[in-house]
């Protein structure tokens, strides 16, 4: 039976990445034989300019009736003073599928461990996860903004805390078996809900262990001694911040993917950058972090490991030949890099 992936290109330099991808699909398609039914829609700026919306009601009906979501990248200044910015689509997405988990896998490739701002002895063989909760906290609390006081109310209920740290013990469980909770456990009510809650939850997951770090502490480790985690889970507003800090090891955004998942509908699979319109339509953006977001999709909507194996590694073994892209120090183009990627997969 076809499984039904919707393509959301968006803007800037989504579209570019999104053609990429989708060829390397398609090869996997082939291979594996494989039965996907992929269909684009408009979003973010793309839905303004189209349909007057970020998300138009064609492209919200699309994703709720898909097995799986790729996202390319949104917005740019042509959108700023727009009645609804491309981000609002986003966020409007997230709420309407439930998206309460973004994954974001943090791992440095060794033919780019000297781009890493990080000393090399501290990055070679990083590789951990990040687990961010993404629809609660004080980013949907009720907000008041006065004259000379301002507030904004962060509210996390325990059925909330239970089901993202069930989320990343699950995922605890394919790897090193360690869970890293980051929290403010000293000074947050909400943290101390956190804190007491991960602790309950870890007794279902006797084969893993618990930790807690503050989150001030967490940020200093992730500079000092990454390969200290496996994975790391935290609440929505400490997760951005945590989970940007962590994309900047390997030392370009082009190369990071991320995932995120609702309890019983589709997921959502994007690059972490953004729409980069300044290099937009030069055919220089690195589609790699598109691209391993398709294997992300491929093992962890389809379960099929294999064939996202085979993209990963068919990715580590152009980049190890000095196939990069300009952000990587190298010369390939968005097309040099494909081609290369889509060579490896045929064995050619």
Same mark, same amino acid.
């Given at each position: 039976m076809s499984k039904r992936i919707v393509a959301l290109p968006g803007d800037g330099i989504g579209a570019e990445i999104m053609d990429s991808t989708l060829k390397i699909v398609a090869e996997i398609m082939v291979q594996d034989n494989l039965d996907f039914d992929i269909e684009r829609f408009a979003f973010g700026g793309a839905g303004i300019d189209e349909q007057g919306d970020p998300l138009p009601d064609s492209t919200l009906k699309a994703c709720e009736k898909a097995d799986a979501i790729l996202l390319g990248a949104i917005g740019g200044p042509k959108w700023d003073n727009a009645p609804k910015r491309p981000e609002q689509g986003l966020l409007g997405l997230r709420k309407a599928l439930g998206l309460f988990a973004n994954i974001r896998p943090i791992s440095v490739p060794d033919a780019v461990v000297h781009l890493s701002p990080l000393k090399e002895e501290n990055v070679r063989g990083v590789d951990f996860v990040v687990v961010r909760e993404l629809t609660g906290g004080i980013y949907f609390g009720e907000k008041q903004l006065g004259e000379t006081e301002a507030s904004d109310l962060c509210t996390y209920s325990k059925a909330e805390i239970q089901r993202i740290i069930r989320k990343a013990f699950e995922i605890a469980q394919t790897r090193s078996k360690k869970v890293t909770s980051v929290?403010?456990?000293?000074?947050?009510?909400? *943290? @101390?809900?956190?804190?007491?809650?991960?602790?309950?939850?870890?007794?279902?997951?006797?084969?893993?262990?618990?930790?807690?770090?503050?989150?001030? *502490?967490?940020?200093?480790?992730?500079?000092? @001694?990454? @390969?200290?985690?496996?994975?790391?889970?935290?609440?929505?507003?400490?997760?951005?911040?945590?989970?940007?800090?962590? *994309?900047? !090891?390997?030392?370009?955004?082009?190369?990071? #993917? &991320?995932? *995120?998942?609702?309890? &019983?509908?589709?997921?959502?699979?994007? #690059?972490?950058?953004?729409?980069?319109?300044? !290099?937009?339509?030069?055919? !220089?953006?690195? #589609?790699?972090? +598109?691209?391993? &977001?398709?294997? +992300?999709?491929?093992?962890q909507s389809f379960g099929l490991e294999n064939s996202a194996k085979k993209i990963e590694e068919a990715c580590d073994r152009v980049m190890n030949q000095g196939i990069l892209t300009t952000d990587l120090g190298g010369k390939a183009t968005t097309t040099d890099f494909t081609e290369a990627v889509l060579k490896e997969l045929r064995g050619a």
């Open positions: 929290d403010k456990a000293n000074v947050l009510a909400t *943290s @101390k809900l956190w804190r007491q809650t991960a602790e309950e939850v870890a007794k279902e997951f006797p084969d893993c262990t618990l930790e807690h770090q503050l989150v001030d *502490s967490a940020a200093m480790v992730m500079i000092q @001694k990454p @390969k200290a985690f496996d994975v790391i889970v935290t609440e929505n507003l400490f997760g951005d911040i945590l989970s940007d800090e962590a *994309s900047v !090891i390997p030392g370009s955004l082009g190369m990071m #993917p &991320s995932a *995120s998942h609702s309890e &019983s509908g589709p997921s959502l699979y994007e #690059p972490i950058h953004g729409s980069a319109p300044d !290099i937009a339509n030069q055919n !220089i953006a690195n #589609p790699m972090s +598109m691209i391993l &977001s398709a294997a +992300m999709m491929l093992r």
